[in-house]
């Protein structure tokens, strides 16, 4: 969301063609600790910007419950104590929406952690 709403990540361009150009309309999910995460790292302008888009529907924010954060930090926790490495609770939410919802289909620029989760069937992401 950053690369998308920041016109000077060098990611934005790629981004933005996989959202305005796609043949069939993009159906894309995401998690409140992901737009949080985004609207912390981006400027107040860019930043109201996201938080209206994802007011406006054009993204679907998946809810999850206090229980919920018990398998994100079993799933946390796995993946931390790998070397060099650390699943952030914006990642465990999105491996728990995967998780949960089948989608694995991921736009992200994090490729390094992304290429290695694999969700408990050995099932990993697909990174656009």
């Known amino acids: 969301m950053v690369a998308l709403f920041h ?23 995401t998690t409140w600790p992901c737009i949080v995460e985004a609207s912390h790292l981006l400027g107040p302008r860019h930043r109201l910007a996201l938080l209206k888009w994802v007011g406006h529907g054009a993204v679907q924010v998946f809810p999850f419950d206090a229980p919920d954060v018990l398998e994100m930090c079993m799933w946390m926790e796995q993946y931390t104590q790998q070397p060099r490495t650390e699943m952030d609770l914006a990642d465990g939410s999105l491996y728990w929406l995967a998780y949960e919802s089948g ?11 992304f290429s290695r989760y694999r969700l408990p069937d050995g099932r990993g992401f697909e990174i656009l």
Request: proline share 6%.
């Open 7 to 29: 016109q000077g990540d060098r990611f934005h361009t790629h981004f933005r063609r996989l959202i305005v150009e796609s043949p069939e309309p993009i159906r894309m999910h």
């Open 103 to 113: 989608v694995t289909q991921i736009l992200t620029t994090d490729v390094r952690d």
